[in-house]
């Protein structure tokens, strides 16, 4: 039963460069979410797709895309790594259909030098 | 704006003590509300949930949260701490009816042994 999984567990990047954070959960749920983890913030959105072929922006959205592949995946870019994206970045999903709650994967260390 | 308040940034209790961890939401309605816990290098798990009915609800690993609306507050509660609850909890608020959750920045408890 595996949940919500993330991949890679920690990347380091340097600046400028560009890289691809997958999520795949095999509950099948609906929507699902990126948010990052700073310390003293809290989890901020950045981008939810609340449904297959929709996505939409959160919080803080600026610098990223995403791409909802299929009703299981959901990857986030980096286009060009900033240092500002060094965070801790985590993947939820629900079916808010159902009124679950969002189900967390074990998120990406990301470091930008 | 909606938002999430959680007035603790750190609390230490010693173990078998009781523990509230407090927490505010600005919102219209009544969202879904949330606490998760969050250990060390881990993803985010879900406490308990309120959606409607009784306000006072029951999660897992002894804790319960009670709601009040006359407070737009859903305090967190357990009667008698164990080292092993040494973490950070958020709680969460859900708009109903959006797509969208709204973290607050965090708790971290650490417990004396």
């Known amino acids: 039963n595996a949940g919500v999984t993330q991949t890679p567990k920690f990347q380091v990047l340097k600046t400028g460069q560009s890289m691809t954070l997958q999520c795949a959960q095999d509950m099948n749920h609906n929507s699902m979410y990126w948010y990052r983890q700073d310390p003293g913030m809290g989890l901020r959105l950045i981008y939810y797709s609340a449904s297959e072929g929709t996505t939409d922006k959160g919080e803080v959205p600026n610098g990223y895309n995403v791409s909802r592949l299929n009703k299981r995946e959901f990857s986030l870019r980096l286009e060009s790594a900033a240092p500002s994206q060094t965070s801790v970045y985590f993947c939820a999903s629900n079916h808010r259909d159902f009124n679950t709650e969002a189900f967390f994967g074990q998120g990406t260390r990301l470091t930008v030098v | 704006a909606q938002s999430v308040t959680q007035p603790d940034i750190h609390i230490t209790v010693s173990e078998g003590a009781s523990l509230e961890l407090r927490c505010n939401y600005s919102y219209g309605a009544t969202p879904y509300l949330f606490w998760y816990v969050q250990s060390p290098g881990q993803g985010l798990q879900l406490l308990l949930k309120y959606f409607s009915g009784d306000t006072l609800v029951q999660g897992i690993k002894g804790f319960e949260a009670e709601f009040k609306r006359s407070q737009s507050s859903f305090n967190l509660r357990k009667p008698s701490v164990h080292w092993s609850d040494a973490a950070e909890y958020f709680c969460a608020v859900s708009p ?13 408890l ?3 042994a």
């Open chain 2, 96 to 108: 109903g009816g959006t797509y969208k959750y709204i973290f607050g920045t965090g708790t971290r």
């Open chain 2, 110 to 112: 650490k417990v004396l």
